[in-house]
């Protein structure tokens, strides 16, 4: 059993940055950062293979997201510039032990174990 704690999010105006934080009690490979927003599915928004440090992204945060990771700390990150009122949404820490290679992709990884949660409000 791995437990993930978020935290970092808040309310900021639209074009400003917020930086999630994800602790993890253990180590898993692939990890990940879903969101939800209200009466929407939840989506994949940034992947990361922690072993070999290569990352995905959704089409829709490329560019303005950065996932990180400080394995000393077994902490990840989620850096968000360019913030839209459309990235409105609750934002998930999920890890997936069973995702390896290609599987740790936004649009194909399977969590297994999930954060609580941190909200992060843009407003325009």
């Known amino acids: 059993q791995v437990q993930l704690v978020e935290s970092g999010g808040g309310s900021v105006q639209a074009g400003g940055s917020l930086r999630l934080s994800c602790v993890a009690s253990?180590?898993?490979?692939?990890m990940a950062w879903f969101r939800q927003a209200p009466g929407k599915e939840r989506e994949g928004v940034a992947a990361?293979?922690?072993?070999?440090?290569?990352?995905d992204y959704a089409d829709s945060v490329k560019g303005r997201f950065t996932i990180s990771q400080d394995n000393a700390k077994n902490t990840m990150y989620l850096e968000m510039n360019s913030l839209k009122p459309e990235d409105t949404a609750m934002y998930y820490c999920a890890a997936a032990p069973f995702a390896y290679g290609s599987d740790c992709h936004v649009a194909r990884v399977s969590a297994t174990y999930w954060g609580q949660g941190t909200q992060v409000t843009v407003s325009s």
């Open positions: 990361i293979a922690r072993g070999r440090g290569s990352t």
């Open positions: 253990g180590y898993i490979n692939c």
